[in-house]
Structure formats: structure tokens, C-alpha cells
């Protein structure tokens, strides 16, 4: 066994790897291996938030039936909207007016897709 600190392992010899190498490795670990982790973090992230957008629809008594776009901006996820659709779609998913005027504009990038019960159909 070896330390990536560079201090003795609890076996008692060093770590075969130099100083460099190591704190080279430890800052990979620390920052991730690119972005994915990010986008999947934001996308849990824009999940979470469609159900509570979904809730708070659900309670002001939207009609949902007919695909509305419950979100146009979600917190701390300026990018993200949040759609109702069917599944499988319905000819009305894809009226302008049933879809985020921000997606449409191209103001926003990424949306997360529920049925009108709740269940998520897609979020990219």
C-alpha cells in the first residue's frame, strides 16, 4: 500500500509516486475529471426543481391537461425551463404557446419535461 500524500503508509515505506505526481493526482480527485459531474449535478438539480414548480402548478390548479410551460427560469438554473407534454406526445406539445417562450427564444437551453401527473418524461 502506498500514501498519495507522499508520508509513510501504514505499511511503513514511502509512497513510490513523486510530489508532484501525487499532488497532481490528489487535484484531480479534488476537481473531477471534466464537466459531467457538473451537468449531472445541474440536471438533479433542475429535476428537484420541476417537482417543486410541478407542486406549486398543481396547487394554484393550472390546467395541466393541455401541456403548459409551468417554468420559464429556474433557480440558480438560469438555463433550465420546465415543460408538461404527454407520453407518448400529443399534437398540442408541440403548439408554441404550450412550450417556454425562453426555450423558443433560444434564452434558455435545457429543460426538464413532465407529464401532466408529474412523472418526468426527460430533462436535457
Not at 440536471?43 to 393550472?62: E, M, P
Not at 406526445?89 to 401527473?117: I, K, M, S, W, Y
Request: proline share 6%; with cysteine; charged share 20%.
Amino acid at each position: 500500500m502506498f500514501s498519495l500524500s507522499g508520508s509513510k503508509s501504514h505499511t511503513g515505506r514511502g509512497s513510490p509516486l513523486p510530489a508532484g505526481v501525487t499532488a497532481s493526482f490528489t487535484a484531480l480527485l479534488v476537481l473531477g475529471c471534466g464537466s459531467s459531474s457538473s451537468s449531472t449535478s445541474d440536471r438533479t438539480h433542475a429535476i428537484a426543481a420541476a417537482k417543486h414548480a410541478y407542486a406549486r402548478a398543481v396547487k394554484r390548479g393550472d390546467d395541466l391537461a393541455r401541456g403548459p410551460c409551468i417554468a420559464g427560469r429556474l433557480p440558480g438554473l438560469d438555463d433550465w425551463v420546465v415543460d408538461i407534454a404527454h407520453d407518448p406526445r400529443q399534437p398540442g406539445d408541440d403548439l408554441p404557446q404550450n412550450q417556454c417562450a425562453r426555450f423558443r427564444a433560444g434564452e434558455a437551453h435545457r429543460f426538464v419535461e413532465l407529464t401532466p401527473g408529474g412523472r418526468v418524461i426527460r430533462a436535457r
